[in-house]
């Protein structure tokens, strides 16, 4: 092979994997591939039992009429989800003959694993994600064991949750909220993420227009769980959103390198709240609200005026995809960051975001996927120990602060530089000559749309 084959080939692979445009037939090779991995996992790997015999015991109270929720118990304990958890493991435990049809189930989580695959690829493609962070989606080993092999409620939040997000970067906003509300009825962690919600949602709808959208989402909650709220409101309210759990120490992912008298203490519960409250402001008014303006002035300013047409047109076309999957996955991120504790099952939360927000880093491709392998090989260790839990939130806090450096430029600056650089290897590619510094420019292909990091 002579040398401007060898040129040709190298150009259309480092295509393949930076251009955008080839996610349309890599996703769904990669979905393929991996439905045919969960097919396998289903038929040699046991499964493990941990909450699904719980989950059958309580919607078999339920099915019996009961409806206080502080009378509905399970082996591992109180009915701790809200009210449309109940009615899909209801339809779970009819469809998988009142739950003893594990392998049915699995599949099911399979078929549920699949799309939620497939809606954070859809996401990603809308945010002009690089083909090549794809497979960091389809190789967690923990995840497909939290899917398929345990078959826990997270797996349908997180469905509700990507819908969710596809729909906001869509600028479908009432769908993407029931789509949300729909998610928070079956776990409350999706909480997390609101704060980004309403922070994209008030620039794009303005103040009254996100009371609306928070109007739908308080509706649905209220007409999910009207049964239960006749039978018992407080009851309902204080176990489905319980805000005060006590955790047990030996099952917190995050925090092992903490003593276990620091990790139950109230001061620690109270400081990772002030924590969680902070960063969120500092990358609200740094980062989030770009398109409308950093200031606090210019926030409470927006509450009174209405925008002319033109500044309503600039804030619609800064609040892109891409903008609107950064902020949504860097709430989450900071949720998790300061989150009181993780366990196992967790990790759905972050699985498929971590990779698109390295991406956003703008790191060396070589460091994404050292720091993607550090957090899977944290999260897989069991039980956890200080080394790992020190490992899952550093991973968080270096992926967030590199997001909140990468992000302050402009979409346009960033464009240009993509641009620039691959107008750059095209030319080099023209003459037929070997690139110089060739590992320092795939890297900089590699950072597209956004990756540039700010230079001061």
Known sequence: MDRKSVVELYAGVLDIAVNPKHTKWVAPVL????????????????????????????????????????????????????????????????????????????????????????????????????????????????????????????????????????????????????????????????????PGILTIMYQSLGPVGTIIELFWMLQIQVLSALPFFRANPRGYLTRAFDLSREFQYKWTVNWKFVPEDVFLSRKFAFGLLILHVAILTFFMFTRWLQPLGRSPKQFIFYMFTTPSKQRREIIEEKLSPQFILTVLLSSNAIGMLCARTLHYQFFSWIAWATPFLLWRSGISPLLQVVVWLGQELAWDQYPSNPLSSKIVVGVLAVVLVEVWLATDETEEDSKAKKQATINEALRRESRGRPKKSTAIEETNIFKSNGQAKKTN
Not at 61 to 73: A, H, L, P, S
């Open 31 to 194: 979905l393929l591939m991996d439905a045919v991995l969960c097919a396998l996992i289903i038929r040699t790997v046991s499964y493990t039992e941990i909450d699904w015999v719980a989950y059958m015991q309580q919607v078999r109270q339920v099915n019996d009429r009961e409806r206080d929720y502080t009378m509905i118990k399970g082996d591992t304990g109180p009915l701790v989800y809200p009210a449309i958890h109940v009615y899909l493991y209801r339809a779970l435990h009819f469809m998988t003959q009142q739950g003893t049809n594990i392998v049915l189930a699995q599949i099911i989580f399979a078929i549920v694993y699949i799309f939620n695959l497939g809606m954070a690829m859809a996401c990603y493609n809308l945010a002009e994600a690089p083909p090549w962070i794809l497979p960091m989606l389809v190789l967690s080993k923990r995840l497909h064991s939290i899917y398929v092999l345990r078959c826990f409620n997270d797996c349908f939040a997180m469905s509700a949750f990507f819908i969710a997000v596809y729909c906001y970067q869509r600028k479908h906003w009432s769908y993407g909220s029931v789509a949300f509300s729909c998610g928070l009825g079956i776990k409350m962690n999706l909480l997390l993420v609101l």
